[in-house]
């Protein structure tokens, strides 16, 4: 293929013709042009300068600082959808800014209007930002590069050789296109007329493909965490050994639903804990280090459903109807057994301690309702008990090599207040009978009231992350795109080559080879060098100077 064969018209050239030097710098960016003024006096000119203004990319990271600064309160403040009751809490804790950040909806920021508000602006912004740059490529795509300038010398980087006598003009031009094309370059020509000729290349339009990758893939993220907040749910769950979990929302120790969820969205699926085992390290300088979780739970994704077994590792997450259960935490759940004056049992359980350290020193409450009087065990749990003349009772390690209770005991109105959760007793409206150490098999009788506390051993729990999350798969491809949109829009540069050839009045061939890039600190001089050197003519001294210089 020959120079005469790629295309010589252009209508969107310059209009001064013969390939003006403005025609040569434009259209190496497709970012829109900023025009801060109002047309027209009515609200049509109103109307078109307000959506100017926020389909700018200014706009668009203004309300992306917006956006994350709002988030903050999310994190700062008690939210109703994990935790109502602490959200209550804090507003009688705080009866002058409770109500008034009520109102603010600092209890249910993500929720809230204003949140929404900023978060459909930025959703909006980057639409409108973005489609009209993409359609704006689309067409530079479809163009060819522009016609060479008048005076290639003038460009900031060009180079000027003269071929040899008998060096026709139209094969110079001929081997720099060919070079070109090799190297994956877009050109156009105009045949050597007897006077002159021209060859003109373009590369990196990929540049702007990643940048508008970039963008669209933020709004596939944007997309994604509002699918993912609107149907999906979040939850966790203690399961001790031998029992069970069935995904319902009573059965959640805490729940955060999206806002479409609805408890009959909720996958009938359910698992039992068989078996929870941890494994530390003993002696050395990691003594006590944590070596080995694992959970063996049976599950069935359907009431009819077979039950499978299964052994769950920390990240590797049981999946269940497209809901992912990850293993996230362990501790000890101590049995005890309660017996009246009467000898009649009243409590029969294992009761949930919770890990206070890394050795495990657990706390907990054990509330028997059904004893006359009411009877509540406050105390510690100890898998290796150790006891400290000022620190008192702890666990040197965290496997249960010598495990004990450390008890006291409560008689009176437990939940007197209505606002008690099963891991806090409140005692305003009783009175301690006594305080006791226990060991498995051991037996306590309360001095007082000759009910009957037996320290029956103890048996594991495991801690669960359910999450359904519709949101997952677009959030993941859409930070994969943006990676590699953000890679071609910072290593791709976006560059323009022009090769003359013209007839001198002594008859010589005269080549002038000159690039232009509006990146900044880029430069084309290797790629003009290396072209130059292809061609069948002798260097002269380079004209311009890489920018910056």
Not at 279 to 304: C, I, K, L
Not at 363 to 379: I, M, N
């Amino acid at each position: 293929m020959t120079t005469s064969d790629v295309k010589t018209t252009d209508p969107t050239d310059d209009p001064a013709g013969a390939g003006g030097d403005a025609a040569a710098t434009s259209g190496l960016s497709t970012a829109p042009r900023e025009d801060d003024s109002v047309k027209g006096l009515g609200a049509l000119g109103w109307a078109r300068w307000t959506w100017r203004q926020l389909t700018s990319m200014r706009t668009a990271l203004i309300l992306l600082f917006l956006l994350a600064l709002g988030s903050i309160p999310g994190s700062i403040f008690p939210q109703r959808s994990v935790n109502a009751i602490e959200v209550t809490q804090y507003i009688r804790d705080s009866p002058t800014w409770g109500p008034i950040l009520d109102r603010l909806d600092m209890f249910d920021v993500f929720g809230a209007p204003w949140f929404s508000a900023i978060y459909v602006l930025l959703f909006v912004s980057l639409i409108g930002c973005v489609i009209p740059r993409s359609m704006q490529h689309a067409r530079v795509l479809r163009q060819p590069p522009p016609k060479a300038p008048r005076h290639l010398s003038r460009l900031p980087q060009s180079r000027t050789a003269t071929a040899p006598p008998e060096a026709d003009p139209q094969e110079v031009l001929d081997l720099a296109a060919t070079t070109l094309r090799k190297r994956r370059w877009r050109l156009r020509a105009a045949a050597f007329d007897g006077t002159t000729g021209w060859v003109a290349a373009e590369k990196g339009y990929s540049r702007e493909v990643g940048n508008l990758l970039f963008h669209i893939s933020l709004m596939g993220i944007l997309a994604a965490i509002a699918l993912g907040s609107m149907a999906g749910f979040s939850g966790r769950v203690i399961v001790k050994e031998g029992t069970g979990f069935a995904d319902a929302i009573p059965s959640y120790d805490s729940f955060t639903p999206g806002r479409l969820t609805d408890s009959s969205d909720l996958p009938p699926f359910a698992f039992t804990l068989d078996k929870f085992t941890a494994a530390y390290q003993r002696g050395g300088t990691q003594n006590g280090a944590p070596r080995e979780f694992s959970a063996t739970v049976t599950s069935r994704t359907t009431p009819d459903a077979a039950p499978v077994t299964t052994t769950m590792q920390v990240n590797e997450p049981l999946v269940l109807d497209g809901v992912k259960i990850f293993l996230v935490g362990h501790g000890y759940a101590p049995k005890f057994t309660i017996k009246d004056k009467t000898g009649a049992i009243v409590f029969q359980d294992s009761v949930v301690f919770l890990p206070q350290d890394g050795n495990f020193t657990s706390t907990g409450v054990v509330k028997a309702f059904d004893t006359k009087p009411e009877l509540a065990l406050q105390g510690f749990f100890l898998p290796t008990a150790a006891v400290d003349p000022q620190r008192g009772p702890y666990s040197s390690f965290p496997a249960p090599d010598n495990p004990a209770v450390f008890l006291s005991a409560w008689t009176g109105t437990i939940d007197a207040s209505g606002q008690q959760t099963v891991y806090k007793l409140d005692t305003s409206a009783m009175k301690q009978v006594g305080i006791k150490s226990l060991i498995p098999g051991e037996t306590w009788t309360i001095p007082t009231t000759g009910q009957i506390v037996t320290f029956d051993g103890f048996v594991q729990f495991a801690t669960f992350s359910v999450a359904r999350d519709p949101g997952t798969g677009l959030a993941l491809a859409a930070a994969l795109l943006a990676i590699l949109g953000l890679t071609l829009s910072l290593l791709v540069q976006r560059r323009r080559v022009w090769v003359r050839a013209t007839r001198d009045k002594a008859g010589a061939t005269v080549v002038e080879v000159a690039g232009l890039t509006r990146s900044e600190h880029a430069s084309v001089e290797d790629e003009l060098d290396a072209l130059v050197a292809a061609l069948p003519v002798v260097s002269q001294p380079a004209h311009g100077s890489p920018p910056g210089e």
